[in-house]
């Protein structure tokens, strides 16, 4: 199983940005899709979920409101809309796939390799 994340850069505190993780080697809707996040020096922590087929989603509260998951089974593809972004979301953000959406990083047998998300202030 291959999860490759993209869509992270440097953006002003405010503005947006939209991730993607494209994922192959298993089949897609089969899976939930989370999407975790670590900044220097912390753990990593959930920042969303999504069930198989997309009907069910998880937010950390920290997010909530301003995250969207997203995916398109079609595409094998999952999506992180962040708006409203502020500083404190600085940090690599990371996709990962398991048997049922859950907000531990124990719930999930693959990841991918990350990508930086730098919000200024």
């Known amino acids: 199983v291959q999860l490759v994340e993209s869509g992270g850069g440097l953006v002003q505190a405010g503005g947006s940005l939209r991730l993607s993780c494209a994922a192959s080697g298993r089949t897609f809707s089969w899976y939930a899709m989370g999407w975790f996040r670590q900044a220097p020096g912390k753990e990593r922590e959930f920042v969303a979920a999504?069930?198989?087929?997309?009907?069910?989603?998880y937010y950390a509260d920290s997010v909530k409101g301003r995250f969207t998951i997203a995916r398109d089974n079609a595409k094998n593809t999952v999506y992180l809309q962040m708006n409203s972004l502020k500083p404190e979301d600085t940090a690599v953000y990371y996709c990962a796939t398991g048997g049922s959406a859950s907000t531990a990083v124990w719930g999930y047998d693959y990841w991918g390799q990350g990508t930086q998300v730098t919000v200024s202030s």
């Open positions: 999504i069930s198989g087929s997309g009907r069910i989603t």
